[in-house]
C-alpha cells in the first residue's frame, strides 16, 4: 500500500529540469526494435511504462540496459512475436510493439491497450492502418493477432487526428514495400521526434508535424543514438503549480514552443509567463481570472493537462469552464475533487468550475495519470490532509514527483505499509477528517 500525503502549501518556489516525455519515449522505445544495430536514447524517462517495456523487451530477446536516463536496446536477437498480455495490457502505448515487430516477426500476438480509462479509446483506426498495409488482424477475448507476410505501402486517410494511430503507420511502413502517404495525421511534438529518430536511423519519412506524411519503405534500418524530446506535460504541470499558493517557479530543459497553448492559458489566468531559451518561469499572482478551456488535438491544448488545471482553476475568482473534446468522459478527477468540496458541475463533456469554494483534505483516489497531479494540486490548497492513494497511475507518468515538489516547498509526503496506512486513517477519522 502505498499513499501520499499533501497538507496546505506556501508559495512554490525554484526550478525543476524536465525530464524526458513518457509519450515520445514509449514511441521511440519501441521503435527502436525496428534497427538491426544497438540503438542508445538519451533522456528516457525513469517511470513504471519504461520498465514494463525493458520487461517486454526481455521477454523477446531484446536487450535493455539503463544508466542513468540513458537506455541501451540490441533488438539483434530477437525471437518471437508473442507478448505477454498482462504485460502488454497494464500500459496504453504497447500497440506501437506492433508496428515495430510485424515486418519482423510476420505475426504478433498481444494484450489489448491497458493504461488510462477514459470509458472509450478505440483502436480502429491502427486496425484499419494494418489492414491497410495489407495485414490481417484477429481479435481474440483478450488478445489480438496481427499477421503479415508482406507488408505493402498504402493510402491511409485517418478518420479522426490521433497520435497513436499515426506514430504506429510511421512505424509499421518504414520497412514496407513503396510508398505510404498518411492523411489527416497529427502533429503532436512526439510525431516529430519520432520521424526524426526513425530518419536517423535510416528511414525516409517526410512530412510530420504537418497533416500529411509520406513514408518510403526503406530495406533496413541502423543503429543510432538519440535524445528525446522533454515531456511538455510535466513541463506544463509544474508551471501551473504557481497558481495554487503563488510563487515562482521555472522548467528547465523545455521546448516553449510545445508548450504554446499552456501559456496562453497560464497568461489569461493572469499568471505571469517568462520565456528564456529553454527555460520558461511563472509567476503566481493574488488574483486568478477564471477562465475557459476546451481541449483538442496539437497545436489546441492538450487533454492531458486539461485535469491539473482544473485544480489550479478552483482557485481562481469565478466560473470557469473546460470542454473536453478528446475524450468527453475525461471527468474521474472531479469526483474524487467534489469529495474535497470542490464546487463543479459536468454536463455532457464541460466542466463548470467555481472558484474559491473551500477545500478540506479527504481521503481520495488518482484514477489516472493526470488526476493524480490534479489532487496532488488540489492538496495544496485544501485545509487538512489530502490522502491520495492509486500512486500506480501517478508513477506511470512523472518521475520523483514527491521530492521535485518538496524541494519547490509543497507539503507533500510518501507513505507506504498496510499496517500505518489504517493506522493513519484512524488517527485522521478521530481527528474529525
Ligand atoms: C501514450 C500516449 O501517447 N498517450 C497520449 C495519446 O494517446 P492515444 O495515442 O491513445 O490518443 P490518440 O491521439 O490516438 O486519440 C485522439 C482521439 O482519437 C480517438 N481515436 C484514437 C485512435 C483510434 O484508433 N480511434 C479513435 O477514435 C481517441 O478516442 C481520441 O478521441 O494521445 C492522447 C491525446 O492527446 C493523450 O491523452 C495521451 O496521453
Ligand atoms: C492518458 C495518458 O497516458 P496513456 O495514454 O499512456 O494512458 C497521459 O499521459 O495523460
Known amino acids: 500500500m502505498k499513499w501520499l500525503e499533501v497538507n496546505k502549501s506556501g508559495p512554490l518556489n525554484g526550478s525543476v529540469s524536465i525530464t524526458g516525455s ?82 519482423k516477426m510476420k505475426k504478433i500476438r498481444i494484450g489489448y491497450p491497458g493504461g488510462d480509462n477514459f ?38 486517410y485517418f478518420d479522426t487526428i490521433t497520435s497513436g494511430a499515426t506514430m504506429n503507420m510511421m512505424m509499421t511502413a518504414v520497412l514496407a514495400d513503396g510508398k505510404t502517404t498518411l492523411k489527416n495525421t497529427a502533429k503532436d511534438p512526439e510525431v516529430v521526434d519520432l520521424a526524426n529518430l526513425l530518419n ?71 499568471i505571469e509567463i517568462y520565456e528564456e531559451g529553454s527555460s520558461i518561469t511563472a509567476i503566481g499572482g493574488e488574483n486568478l481570472k477564471a477562465i475557459r478551456i476546451r481541449t483538442g488535438m496539437y497545436p489546441q491544448f492538450p487533454t492531458d493537462l486539461q485535469q491539473p488545471f482544473t485544480s489550479l482553476l478552483l482557485n481562481a475568482n469565478g466560473r470557469s469552464i473546460i470542454t473536453e473534446k478528446v475524450y468527453p468522459h475525461r471527468y474521474s478527477h472531479i469526483q474524487q475533487l467534489l469529495q474535497m468540496g470542490a464546487n463543479i458541475k459536468t454536463r455532457q463533456g464541460t466542466a463548470f468550475i467555481q472558484g474559491k469554494s473551500k477545500l478540506s483534505g479527504s481521503l481520495v483516489k488518482a484514477t489516472d495519470v ?9 492538496g495544496m490548497i485544501a485545509e487538512g490532509t489530502t490522502i491520495i492513494t492509486g500512486l500506480n497511475h501517478i508513477e506511470r507518468g512523472y ?18 505499509g498496510k499496517y500505518l496506512f489504517d493506522k493513519r486513517l484512524e488517527q485522521l477519522s478521530d481527528l474529525g477528517q
Not at 483502436?123 to 493477432?145: P, R
Not at 526503406?218 to 515531456?231: A, F, H, N, Q
Not at 522548467?251 to 499552456?262: F, Q
Not at 518521475?399 to 507506504?416: D, K, P, R, T
Request: contains cysteine.
Open 399 to 416: 518521475e520523483n514527483i514527491v521530492s521535485l515538489y518538496q524541494s519547490l516547498g509543497a507539503n507533500i509526503e510518501f507513505y507506504e
Open 200 to 270: 536517423t536511423m535510416g528511414a525516409n519519412v517526410i512530412g510530420a508535424g504537418t497533416s500529411q506524411i509520406i513514408i518510403h519503405g526503406v530495406k533496413e534500418l541502423s543503429g543510432c543514438t538519440y535524445r528525446v524530446i522533454p515531456d511538455r506535460l510535466v513541463a506544463g504541470s509544474f508551471l501551473m503549480s504557481v497558481g495554487l499558493n503563488g510563487g515562482t517557479i521555472t522548467v528547465n530543459n523545455v521546448i516553449p514552443e510545445h508548450l504554446r497553448s499552456c501559456i496562453a492559458k497560464l497568461t489569461e489566468t493572469g
Open 370 to 378: 493526470r488526476a493524480g497531479i490534479c489532487l496532488i494540486m488540489a
Open 22 to 103: 513518457k509519450n515520445s519515449a514509449l514511441a521511440l522505445l519501441s521503435a527502436t526494435l525496428l534497427s538491426d544495430e544497438v540503438v542508445t536514447l538519451n533522456q528516457i524517462p525513469n517511470i513504471e511504462d519504461m520498465r514494463v517495456i525493458c520487461e517486454i523487451f526481455n521477454e523477446l530477446g531484446a536487450t535493455s540496459s539503463w544508466e542513468d536516463d540513458k537506455l541501451v536496446i540490441d533488438p539483434t536477437n530477437i525471437y518471437t512475436g508473442v507478448i505477454d498480455p498482462m504485460k502488454s495490457s497494464s500500459y496504453r502505448a504497447s500497440y506501437y510493439l506492433v508496428g515495430a515487430l510485424l515486418q
Open 119 to 156: 470509458l472509450s479509446r478505440p483502436i480502429d483506426q491502427h486496425i484499419k492502418g494494418w489492414q491497410a498495409l495489407g495485414a490481417k488482424v484477429t481479435l481474440l477475448e483478450n488478445e489480438y493477432i496481427v499477421e503479415a507476410d508482406r507488408l505493402v505501402g498504402a493510402d491511409i
